[in-house]
């Protein structure tokens, strides 16, 4: 099992950043691909940023590619999600979450189904 926590999320104008850290505990983090999610009122949970376990690859969603940067620390057990240049649009609950597959084609990282566990999440608004 792994324990997701995000932290991070807030109110901020539009052009602002936020960063959201997402602690993981119960396995070894480094054996975990980590994904950032996210969900709008009335809309579906869309898939905002991912990691490979080692941190080598990174992949991201057209609407935020150039604004929004993933990372993760394996020593802290800590993924990240630098977000700059924030629009209303960005506005969603924010989710992170974990696969255990460490052998993800770089199309799987983009499904909600392949990853087993998932943070509580963490409201970000930005207004305009």
């Known amino acids: 099992q792994v324990q997701l926590v995000e932290s991070g999320g807030g109110l901020v104008q539009a052009g602002g950043s936020l960063r959201l850290s997402c602690a993981a505990s119960?396995?070894?983090?480094?054996?975990?691909?980590m994904g950032w999610f996210r969900q709008a009122p009335g809309k579906e949970r869309e898939f905002v940023a991912a990691?490979?376990?080692?941190?080598?690859?990174?992949y991201y969603a057209g609407s935020v590619k150039g604004r929004f940067t993933i990372s993760r620390d394996n020593s802290r057990n800590t993924v990240y999600l630098q977000m700059n240049s924030m629009k209303p649009e960005d506005t969603a609950v924010y989710y992170c979450?974990?696969?255990?597959?460490?052998?993800?084609?770089?199309?799987?990282?983009?499904?909600?189904?392949?990853?087993?566990?998932w943070g509580q999440g963490t409201q970000v608004t930005v207004s305009s």
């Open positions: 990691i490979s376990w080692s941190g080598g690859d990174t």
């Open positions: 979450a974990a696969s255990w597959n460490k052998n993800l084609s770089p199309t799987s990282y983009y499904r909600p189904s392949e990853y087993a566990y």
């Open positions: 119960g396995r070894t983090f480094s054996d975990y691909a």
